[in-house]
């Protein structure tokens, strides 16, 4: 089994918000897959004295440990665990009601010699390639479905759309946003990787246009995940009319993971 991740901030003058992490036994039997896009809220309150990165490293680590540990819950069942163990971290000091309160975007993965399970929860993805080559993305894409313009700044898209019933949802302090994630199984035999990257890493594909997701991974197998990562950064620099960026960030947070089974 070969596992590489690699991730780098958006700037230099705020933390990387992003959080990723794998776990396999020594066995080589089984694993599992973990990655997390922080939500940047915008400035002003946000009704919790925690940060982003506080809040990606208790639910990341809640999630690896469920994860691996219990496999006999499902995948969401695992995900609404670990939002409640997070929520409860700090749910007497802070408003977890607060629409801006620390949340992010989910991907998790489990393998063991039967199946591959997945979980997908917002504009993270998770690439799945078979033997022969085919490359699936798991996508969630409410984000993308809402109606052209109606996140035309994040003040609209905190009240009108985050994790609300047409709208688009991420892991926050709710555990019933678990039951809104894209989850499913395949046999183990028909996976020979997967890959698992934040917006700010899939921009080559889904912004910049630079390949499908068959050739995004095969540029992280070949010169693996920061590869990756560097070459997004290149053309987010040459991007100076802002042809693709649009009204994005210039840069973003950018995580991938490489695993072949």
Do not use: Y
Request: proline fraction near 5%; charged fraction near 30%; charge should be negative.
């Amino acid at each position: 089994m070969r596992i590489e991740l690699a991730t780098e901030p958006g700037s230099t003058e705020r933390p990387n918000e992003d959080w990723a992490s794998t776990a396999a036994p020594a066995s080589g039997q089984g694993g599992v897959l973990v990655l997390l896009d922080g939500v940047t809220p915008p400035a002003g309150d946000v009704g919790c004295s925690h940060s982003v990165p506080w809040f990606t490293a208790r639910i990341g680590g809640a999630l690896v440990e469920l994860s691996a540990s219990r496999r006999d819950l499902t995948l969401a069942e695992v995900l609404a665990l670990s939002i409640r163990h997070t929520a409860d971290a700090h749910r007497t000091q802070c408003d977890l009601s607060h629409v801006r309160t620390p949340q992010a975007t989910v991907v998790l993965a489990r393998w063991d010699d039967e199946r591959v399970e997945h979980l997908v929860l917002s504009d993270s993805v998770l690439l799945v390639e078979a033997p022969d080559g085919t490359v699936r993305p798991l996508l969630d894409d409410r984000l993308d479905r809402l109606p052209p313009g109606s996140l035309a700044s994040e003040e609209i898209a905190d009240t009108r759309a985050r994790n609300k019933e047409g709208g688009f949802f991420t892991a926050a302090a709710d555990p019933r946003v678990s039951s809104r994630a894209v989850t499913g199984e395949t046999p183990r035999a028909a996976v020979r990787a997967l890959a698992a990257l934040t917006d700010g890493a899939s921009r080559w594909t889904e912004k910049f246009q630079e390949g499908d997701w068959r050739a995004a991974l095969g540029v992280l197998r070949k010169e693996g995940p920061q590869g990756l990562i560097d070459r997004v950064r290149e053309l987010e620099r040459a991007d100076t009319g802002r042809t693709r960026l649009g009204r994005g960030k210039t840069h973003d947070d950018a995580t991938a993971v490489l695993v072949e089974l």
